[in-house]
């Protein structure tokens, strides 16, 4: 039996974990050493698994399956495709700068790394989990340690905003439970025995087999799962307060892979599972996403602290995500799975970034800063790459992913077919508006550049240590993979675009077609 | 007679502590507590490895005597519970063990002597054949109840608390003995199977109905159903906390179990059903609800695990309700409530612990217990997670069966009704995990924990966790332990 390279890769930093619990928790740095090297360990072999991994197939590979509860139909089934990939890769790589960053944390120190190793393992979870059951096993589990992290580590009112996220994420989430009992129970396939699995799920097409009523409020409850955690709007309300809150490390766990749950969940469950319910419904998921785009940006151009800025920019890439699975096409979620890893890589950064400052000044408003440019050059430097390549500037990732979802919904089929009172509008005004969206980004981005960094050197701040080591070598790999994928993104492109036709393939089959 | 085992261990425990009591051994009394627990966790996994093994059909009446065969039914519910009574008695006993000489001044094997006698009682409450025999089980598990609460005689607290429990819970085995009468009255038989027999499509009359919403009253005391629970709050908050902590688990399950059967055995196809069914289905809605919402608002954390308790007992009559409908109705009320005596006992374990050292049961009183005792501050975050139904826990497996019962069993509103109220029930749960977590300690120093609760609340931990990884086994056996003999 070949070794079970996705449970390893799930599992390695859990086994940090609990090594770290039997350490004696005045042993600062041989916890943290233990964590680095549990998640640099998982990294290495994320990286390798993607090395075997074939980039030109669209199918489940280093599937493993065993049989667990035999008579619900539950299996331990785990498996990556195109789409789970390269987000598995992210999401060791962003735990493992978490990981390193968060040398500066020297409170509580063995149950933060205990926590944060955890809280990996639940996220690989989810992105490598093909039985609902194992699904919402790891789901649930990433809810706990991000509980405790906001609010032990956080900001002045983390208690009120980790409860916030827990409360929130967890009723999208009981909802999501009851949609996933409801095909349980249609999923009868021919030898009269219901499954769990994901995979056989979608071959079976319970979906297909409900009353269209239940199957769109099936859809619903799934859709509001997911839609928290993307999180879009009008589910986005907690985000702003978790982020804020947070502590550095935190804030970059949060944005850079537990927003991409939500939206993998659309991809791997959402569209495949019930895609007759998605045609349906997939104009007024464009219209949310249009709204978490425009609103997004909107909101975070009128704030004043750095790090709320960034939770609603947030809202507003993640909104392109949306949008590109609402094209339901190929280029739309190719699109949206390109840009869930470019904001991945760059919003990760610009929290580290805004971790870099606050820890100098210990505060985050915008307006106060300024001339900083000249206080501290490299980080003024940094801090532009990343805003560039956040406003969506070419020859960095985040402007081909924005291409493609804008492309996808440029083409898109979905909004005319079943929806005659947009398709009134037509299908470009959606890309329109979306571009509106790219432009006020770019608008806030610049304007935050230039009123921390430029003019006035402001004096209070002119003692300020530049950017240090160990945050550079935080920041360097993000900021390098994203202009390795800008500038040559069919690397990363060429498994998504396999897995994402693969997957258009089986839904065009269900929906006859758009 | 093997399967006799659970019976025949908790009445021995009791002869036990009732010899050691006349012999004036005191300080015997921890050693008691800490063996009997032990023996009582060792007869559990007997019993429930002889549960699993039991194959369904077998008739495991033929391994005993006649005469215990007549009041008593031998299939693999009944004993999936005895296995439950055994598992609440061990866990109970360990918890007790430093209260014993903390708290209690006197008359300490009798404390225990009366918890195996109500598991006792509880075991035979499952097994029941004929309703005098549901009855008179019922009222020993109630007895003890009321004594057992009234244990700390000076404290006004706990005498006001057994006066309350025994007043309201002499009313309710009132009730019920006249709705029995009723159907004796009906029937001309009390026993299960017969009248099953019996009713099988008679029509009914105003008196069947009448007379099993009687006999509800006095069931829905015991399980502190809506609306008949206002005693629960201040039992639990006046009564010692380990008896608190049996009460919450011990005569609710055997109570769930009793009216489980009844139900199915008896009025399997009355004509009624479906009147008294959307009655019951009302009231848990109600239970679940009142529970967790009044939960919210409470500042002593015995109170708020009464009504925690209380909104659990709404879950559990779900999949009473649909016993008969789903497949999963059964083997989800067996795991739910083998899930619940761990997040529960767990949960009760911390109250105790912390309490043997503060003495303080407010829920202000556990501000920054992760940095005094790590290990009771997880401790709680687990059973916390198990009892919201978060997985990887215990009781995430159990409302997962639950409410795949309540839906194959076409009670969609209930199930809807289930998945508000966990999300409501994070909230007071995560509230004193927030406290121990986020705050900072009133007094600074390491909290001692005892051996004895120390060990009880590691098994409830334990055994939540391990529930989701031992789940086929469970799976398995609450398949078998589904079958509820009609004869």
Known sequence: ?514 | MVYLVPEFMLCALGCVGLILACMHLRRAAVLYAVEGGLCCLVGAVIAGVLAWSASEGQDLAAYVPAYIANTFVFDPFSRAFSAVALLVCGLVFLMSTEYLTGRLKDRQPEFLALIALAAFGMSCLTAARDLLTLWFSMELVSVTGYVLAAFLKDEDASVEAALKYFVLGATASAFMLFGLSYIYGLAGTLDLARLGYIINGASPGPLLPAAVLLMLVGFGFKIAMVPFHMWCPDVYEGAPTPVTAFLSVGPKLAGLAALTRVLLVAFPDDPSRPAWQAALGSMALVTMTVGNVVALRQTNIKRLLAYSSIAHAGYLLVAVIVAGRSEFGVPGLVVYALAYVFMNLAAFGVVVAFSNVTGDDSVQAYDGLALRSPFLAASWVVAALSLVGIPPTGGFLGKLYILMAAWDGGQRILAVAIILNSMISLYYYFDVARRMYMRKPAIEGPLRVGGGVGLAIGLAVAGTVLMIGLAYPIAVSVKTASVIAGG
């Open chain 1, 1 to 514: 039996m070949e070794f079970p390279l996705l449970s390893a890769l799930v599992y390695l930093p859990l086994v940090g974990a609990l090594i770290i619990l039997f350490v004696d928790k005045d042993k600062g740095n041989a916890i943290k050493s233990i964590a680095e090297v549990a998640s640099g360990a998982s990294v290495v072999l994320s990286v390798f698994v993607w090395g075997l991994f074939d980039n030109s197939s669209g199918a489940m590979q280093f599937e493993e399956r065993y049989s667990w509860i035999p008579m619900l139909g539950i299996s331990y089934h785990l498996g990556v495709d195109g789409i789970s990939m390269p987000m598995v890769f992210l999401t060791c790589l962003v735990s493992f700068l978490s990981i390193l960053y968060s040398r500066i944390i020297n409170v509580r120190v063995k149950e933060y790394f205990a926590l944060f190793l955890l809280l990996q393992t639940a996220c690989v979870g989810v992105f490598t989990a093909l039985d609902f059951f194992l699904f919402y096993i790891f789901w649930e589990v990433s809810l706990v340690p991000m509980y405790f992290i906001i609010g032990i580590w956080g900001g002045p009112r983390r208690e009120y905003a980790a409860i916030k996220f827990f409360l929130y994420t967890l009723v999208g989430s009981l909802l999501m439970l009851l949609a996933i009992i409801v095909l349980y129970f249609a999923s009868a396939g021919p030898d009269g025995q219901r499954t769990f699995d994901i995979i056989d799920m979608i071959q079976r097409q319970p979906g297909m087999r409900l009353a269209p009523g239940l199957a769109m409020a099936v859809f619903i409850g799934f859709f509001v799962g997911f839609a928290i955690k993307v999180p879009s709007f009008p589910f986005h309300t907690w985000l702003p307060d978790a982020h804020v809150e947070a502590p550095t490390a935190g804030s970059v766990m949060l944005a850079g892979i537990l927003l991409k749950l939500g939206s993998y969940g659309m991809l791997r469950v959402s569209l495949p599972l019930l895609p007759q319910q998605f045609a349906i419904a997939a104009p007024w998921v464009a219209l949310l996403a249009l709204i978490s785009i425009v609103y997004g940006s909107l909101a975070a151009m009128a704030q004043s602290d750095l790090k709320k800025l960034i939770a609603y920019s947030s809202i507003g890439h993640m909104g392109f995500v949306t949008l590109g699975i609402a094209a339901m096409n190929v280029r739309g979620v190719e699109g949206a799975v390109m840009q869930m890893f470019s904001h991945g890589l760059l919003t990760s950064c610009l929290f580290l970034l805004v971790g870099v400052i606050y820890e100098r000044a210990h505060v985050r408003d915008i307006d106060g800063f300024g001339g900083l440019g000249q206080i501290m050059p490299r980080y003024f430097g940094v801090f532009t790459f990343v805003a560039m390549g956040s406003l969506g500037l070419p020859a960095l990732s985040g402007f081909f992913a924005e291409l493609l979802v804008l492309l996808g919904a440029w083409e898109s089929g979905s909004y005319t077919a079943l929806a005659p009172g947009i398709a009134a509008l037509g299908t470009r005004w959606f890309a329109y508006s979306a571009l509106a969206g790219v432009i006020i980004t770019a608008a806030y981005m610049l304007w935050t550049v230039q009123r921390i960094f430029m003019g006035e050197r402001n004096e209070k701040w002119a003692k300020l240590p530049e950017i240090n080591a160990l945050e550079l070598v935080c920041l360097a790999p993000l900021m390098a993979l994203s202009l390795f994928v800008g500038c040559y993104p069919i690397g990363l492109l060429r498994p998504i675009e396999a897995a994402a036709t693969f997957w258009q393939e089986h839904i065009y089959r269900m929906i006859g077609g758009l």
